[in-house]
């Protein structure tokens, strides 16, 4: 009869090589544990098949398991955690069909896998699978299923997980919070966001940062500030993605309103920025490439080119993206020379232009006049993307050559590129200076193919150009589809009243065009039924729009 082995110190050896991802190691200890006659210890074996997914031995791990006489749950979910980790999620999904018993961290395990890696819908139904199994959801079940309605766009399923997060205690989480808070941004929901990080127990950088971008992508330029203030406050650790997050925040801001109650203060993200600069250097992440790319952008979305070119030629490194934002920056500010230069500069320490830089050099040329280079460099393009098209139909509808423009915009189509709204409010407007009919209805049937009837931007595109053709018949029946049909549940507020505006706008020129008063007053009678609040038309009206409104409102006021 023989003695027992005693296994402790070859667990200590195993534990030890797979801390240190040591192959060799496990191969010997391996060879060692088969002289033992050990190779139907589960334990040992176990470990062994951790080893050899640690170091990426993913095929020896499932001969050993293969060959496994007695497998536990330990064994099942080690190889699933290494499919799971090689991204081979066929595999990880195949073996976790076949799991005799199944655990939280199994499902876990599968479901975040597949949401990481871009599978969303197959992590969908896999927690619709673990719901009918009866297990309930743990903070990583409803992180990963949270994300995953979030990179689907799935606003509704995303309320639905929210409700389970609250059902279970889970929604003060940090992780199903950030989750929730990624979820609203990404589908433009950035008060429902505030709310679910008003009920985060603890915040952190995560955190702040998803509500920065999340303010800052619905144009609360302001707020997104306040919130890195309070981030600050909070005594939450700066680290280089909340700083390119803020920075972001004062390149939105820049030109734009961003003092308190509406009042315009065109340096104050500019000044904003230096701080932030300065924040920069004092937590010591001036050498960080990423954030002083987002530096040079602030900068240069601020107008001063000047503390760029500064900051650009303090640069230890550079890389494709800062000369692109150097570049662009120019741009825009109608500095095609400097533009070319850096071009010329970029090419000369052989680095590459890339899409981009050719699209930021496009734009400069237009942007400064100079189509006929811009339609240089767009001829120069082997494979023109969507953006490049609209730069280069933009600079001639600018210029004022509105029959080069829908040439190009036939060629467009013959290419196969699909417009977009961009493409086809250029084509109206152009259609409207020259009064092309024809062109305009054949744009109009264009759009809809390519964009929603109820898209407000090309409906007033289609109200001007029906109006400046003769058509105010056609432009009455327009105004139909360019409001927003009333909401279902509470909506943002500024960004329906941005919508609304146009839609008014809109109405009120069609009025105003209508020289028969029974028109004016049925166009009248149909804008309560259109538009769902009356209350933005303060936001709406410029001075010529409400005095065009003004004698139709009487005339109604008479008839009433």
């Known amino acids: ?48 098949i951790e080893l050899y997914s640690k170091c990426d031995h993913i095929h020896a791990a499932r001969h050993l398991f293969d060959q496994m006489v007695e497998r536990n749950i330990y064994s099942w979910h080690s190889l699933l955690s290494a499919y799971c980790k090689e991204g081979q999620l066929d595999n990880a999904h195949k073996l976790f069909m076949k799991m005799p018993e199944r655990n939280s961290v199994s499902w876990n395990t599968v479901i975040s896998a597949f949401a990481r890696n871009g599978y969303e819908r197959k992590a969908l139904e896999v ?30 399923c995303g309320r639905v997980s929210h409700g389970s997060a609250v059902k279970y205690g889970l929604h003060k989480n940090v992780y199903v919070g950030n989750a929730l808070l990624s979820l609203y941004v990404k589908c433009g929901c950035p008060r429902d966001a505030l709310i679910a990080f008003r009920e985060l127990d603890e915040p952190n950088e995560v955190s702040f940062t998803a509500m920065m971008c999340g303010l800052v992508e619905t144009d609360q330029v302001e707020e997104a500030f306040e919130m890195f203030r309070l981030m600050q406050r ?68 601020n107008g001063d080119m000047g503390s760029a070119e500064v900051l650009f030629g303090n640069l230890s490194e550079t890389s494709t993206v800062s000369w692109n934002v150097m570049i662009s920056g120019f741009g825009q500010n109608h500095d095609k020379e400097r533009a070319m230069e850096y071009m010329e500069r970029m090419r000369g320490l052989g ?67 699909r417009p977009d709204r961009t493409s086809l409010a250029i084509m109206l407007s152009s259609c409207s200076e020259i009064g092309f009919l024809e062109c305009g209805l054949q744009v109009h049937a264009t759009s809809l193919k390519c964009v929603s009837s109820g898209d407000i931007y090309i409906a007033s595109g289609l109200i001007g150009m029906y109006l400046k053709c ?35 706008i809109g109405a009120a020129t069609i009025m105003s065009s209508c020289v028969e008063p029974k028109l004016q007053y049925q166009m009248l009678l149909l804008l309560p039924l259109t538009y769902y609040s009356p209350k933005s038309s303060a936001l709406a009206f410029s001075n010529d729009a409400a005095n065009s409104l003004l004698p139709i409102l009487w005339h109604k006021r008479k008839l009433g």
């Open 1 to 48: 009869m023989h003695a027992r082995i005693n296994t402790t110190y070859l667990v200590n050896l195993l534990q030890s090589s797979i801390d240190n991802k040591a192959y060799i190691a496990g191969k010997l200890l391996h060879a060692h544990i088969l002289r033992l006659g050990l190779s139907a210890d589960t334990f040992l074996v176990n470990r062994l």
């Open 127 to 156: 927690y619709s699978l673990m719901n009918v199994h009866g297990f309930s959801p743990t903070h990583i079940t409803l992180a990963s299923i949270l994300s995953a309605c979030g990179g689907l766009g799935e606003l509704e």
């Open 234 to 301: 909070s005594g939450i650790r700066i680290d280089s993605v909340s700083l390119s997050s803020v920075l972001r925040v004062c390149a939105k801001g820049g030109g734009s309103n961003f003092g308190w109650n509406g009042e315009t203060d065109g340096d104050l993200p500019h000044i904003q920025g230096k701080q932030v600069h300065s924040l920069t250097i004092k937590r010591g992440f001036e050498g960080d490439l990423h954030v002083c790319n987002s530096l040079l952008d602030m900068y240069a979305k």
């Open 351 to 417: 680095v590459e232009p890339n899409e981009v830089t050719y699209i930021n050099m496009l734009a400069a040329c237009v942007k400064s006049g100079d189509v006929e280079n811009g339609r240089l460099i767009f001829d120069s393009m082997a494979c023109p993307s969507l953006i490049s098209w609209n730069a280069i139909l933009s600079g001639y509808s600018q210029n004022e050559d509105h029959l080069e423009a829908l040439k190009l915009f036939r060629e467009m189509q013959f290419q196969n590129q």
């Open 470 to 504: 003769g058509r105010v018949e056609v432009a009455f029946w327009a105004v139909l589809f360019i409001a927003p049909a009333a909401p279902t549940a509470p909506v943002e507020r500024k960004l329906m009243d941005k919508e609304e505006a146009r839609g008014w």
